[in-house]
């Protein structure tokens, strides 16, 4: 079961699994993340820097860069002290990430986002600048597909899920466990301070995989390693 029923003020207060402190001042946005499938790519980090800007430095674990794709349900996404609202606020949403510092600050930053509905895109890339791309998706169960036929990305993907992971590995902590998102905005490198409870970790099975963007061959094929997670409610800054 997913976090999206916690109250704000108990998402706050736990704390203890994140590198630092919370931002002192309020956070801006509240919205959850659900059936969420992490996959990802160990690659050696020269790969990465075509992609990366200058001003990030690409982050290593044990000397190996990764790429992750997120496919989840992006629900009730909203600014502070307003309800959401259904035609925008909920869509599915998959985005190509890898892992980066800035100033010794480790998070994420994002080589493409894509969600299912132009108007949600519109607003997001508005609002934070982040660069998301409408593209078509569907998600039935433990089945998903997304196809874009302007950046020809195509997904297909069917999966079981298991029991949850009571142990991670530094690994699994060091890929899920981001709590600061840096991304190239015109000519600034922008920085999005997040929190949420630490991620849910359940096993999950790739039954069916087709997996196919061509401006990242890196991941075309089949992943190092994968996560399943029914979920977090998320504030970001």
């Not at 699994?17 to 919205?31: D, E, I, K, T, V």
């Not at 990305?153 to 709590?179: A, F, P, Q, S």
Request: with cysteine.
């Amino acid at each position: 079961m997913n976090n999206g029923h916690l109250s704000i003020k108990t998402i706050l207060a736990q704390g203890k699994h994140r590198p630092w402190p919370l931002p002192a001042r309020a956070w801006s946005f509240y919205q959850e993340w659900n059936k969420v499938v992490f996959m990802h790519w160990k690659l050696p980090p020269e790969v990465l820097i075509p992609f990366v800007p200058t001003g990030l430095e690409i982050d290593m674990f044990e000397g190996d860069a990764w790429v992750s794709v997120v496919v989840f349900d992006m629900n009730n996404i909203r600014p502070k002290n307003l309800p959401p609202l259904a035609v925008v606020s909920d869509f599915h949403e998959v985005n190509v990430r890898t892992y980066v510092k800035k100033d010794g600050k480790a998070g994420v930053y994002f080589l493409s986002i894509e969600g299912s509905k132009a108007i949600s895109c519109f607003l997001a890339r508005t609002i934070s600048g982040l660069p998301y791309r409408p593209a078509l998706m569907h998600r039935r169960g433990n089945s998903f597909q997304l196809e874009s036929q302007a950046q020809k990305n195509l997904i297909d993907i069917d999966y079981d899920t298991g029991h949850e992971v009571c142990e991670k590995t530094l690994l699994d902590i060091w890929l899920t466990e981001r709590y600061a998102l840096f991304q190239d905005v015109g000519n600034e490198i922008k920085s999005f301070d997040i929190h949420h409870v630490e991620w849910p970790i359940e096993n999950i099975k790739i039954e069916k995989l087709v997996l196919t963007y061509p401006h990242f061959p890196f991941i075309n094929n089949a992943p190092d390693l994968v996560h399943y997670s029914p979920g977090v409610a998320v504030l970001a800054w």
